[in-house]
């Protein structure tokens, strides 16, 4: 089994190892500091040099207690079993991980300490976390932590250590681990002093301000919560803030008046979202009594407006047998049909032959987005029914 070297030493960003096996999908080290994917987190990246030959490390894993370095080009022509080799670690994207993966640590730890809640999943990516929680909490406790949060990673020194125990020490550490407890015959320990302990084999940090800024870019259900930290936290943070300004000058408010502004308006679009429905109703009731044209016995009504398919849908019951109606909207064609003769299926299959398009649906209600429309509806189904 590979040395571990992610484990005491995760600043490590170089290293010298011998080859100790050449697989298919790539090679195994007697030791290595590239981290494996396991965890919820992601593999390290970065590169193997051998004499002259530089391969890029793609991914890593574990495969039967053995350590894959997943490599880039014809390594199996250059690399032998025995081989010295020089790894070196993308810096860039292991600090990113190591402050994601820290940072869920402390983040579900506080989760924990103020509502009992689990962390039932995690994912860590680079400078990317989602945390899924076991319960429910609202956005007043979501705020409550993230200030909480916002102290450790920023100001509060939490000294973050990892040490490895025997199974046979676990008993003294059993009420104080937070999460699931590995039964391994060794057993890795990271801990934040006095706050936080947990099996993990992944890489951390050694102080918690070391992880800085968070964002926090989606809170769903009470119990997802998804954030960026690092320059992708910056990022978000700079541009929302612009548009915070730009949304303040659009309402002519402060910012702390924005969310009963946004409230009010949201609440005048829905009323008004409400009444444009009734009115469209009433539209399509006062239509259903003035066909556009005749086709035998079938009665043709002509609509160029978006409308709501459930809508249409619920009013076209009323509209007398034997009815036709389509609907246009730019390139979009809808028809609705309670003919016998006429269905709405083969209808709208000689609108996609003549003009190009996609759509279908069934005898009573198809649709098609199609190249172009015809410039006379009317004439062009009067003429498709003459040729009948």
């Known amino acids: 089994m590979s040395e571990k ?30 981290y494996p994917e396991g965890g919820g987190q992601l ?50 994207w292991r600090y990113g991980l190591m ?16 509502y009992d809640v689990n962390t039932d999943k995690a994912y860590i990516g680079y400078e990317n976390v989602t945390i899924e929680i076991d319960g429910k909490i609202s956005y007043d406790q979501l705020k409550k932590v993230l200030k909480e949060i916002n102290q450790i990673f920023s100001i509060k020194n939490i000294p973050i250590s990892s040490k490895t125990i025997d ?3 676990m008993v003294g550490y059993k009420n104080e681990i937070r999460g699931d407890i590995q039964l391994k015959d060794k057993i890795r320990l990271v801990v934040s002093k006095n706050y936080d302990m947990v099996c993990c084999g992944g890489t951390h940090l050694e102080n918690s301000t070391e992880i800085g800024m968070i964002f926090i870019y989606e809170f769903r259900s009470g119990n997802k919560i998804k954030y960026y930290l690092g320059s ?66 079938t009665k043709l009504f002509l609509l160029k407006l978006e409308l709501d398919d459930k809508l249409i849908q619920q009013i076209f019951n009323i509209f007398p047998n034997e009815s036709l109606l389509i609907i246009t909207s730019e390139k979009k064609i809808m028809i609705f049909s309670n003919s016998n003769i006429i269905s709405a299926r083969s209808l709208i299959k000689s609108f996609i032959d003549d003009f190009g398009g996609k759509g279908g649906g069934s005898d009573f209600r198809a649709q098609a987005l199609l190249n172009k429309l015809p410039q006379d509806i009317l004439n062009y189904i009067n003429g498709l029914f003459s040729e009948d």
Do not use: C
Request: aromatic fraction near 8%; proline fraction near 2%; charge should be negative.
């Open 167 to 169: 199974k046979s020490e």
């Open 43 to 92: 593999s390290d990246q970065g590169k193997i040099i051998h004499n002259e030959d530089i391969f890029d490390v793609i991914n890593v894993y574990n495969m039967k207690d053995q350590i894959i370095h997943q490599l880039k080009g014809g390594f199996q022509e250059k690399l032998n079993v025995g081989d010295m080799v020089r790894g070196i670690i993308d810096w860039d």
């Open 232 to 297: 992708k936290a910056l990022d978000n943070v700079s541009e929302i803030n612009l548009e915070l300004i730009e949304s303040m000058d659009l309402v002519n408010q402060p910012f702390y008046e924005l969310k009963p502004v946004i409230n009010n308006l949201s609440e005048k679009i829905e009323t008004l979202e409400l009444k444009n429905e009734s009115i469209s109703a009433e539209f399509l009731r006062l239509l259903s009594k003035n066909p556009n044209a005749k086709i035998g016995e």
């Open 99 to 114: 402050k994601a993966h820290t940072s869920q640590h402390l983040f579900s730890a506080t989760l924990k300490k103020f």
């Open 5 to 34: 070297i992610y484990w005491n030493h995760p600043y490590k960003k170089e290293f010298k190892a011998k080859i100790t096996s050449i697989e298919e999908q790539g090679i195994i080290l007697d030791r290595t500091a590239f």
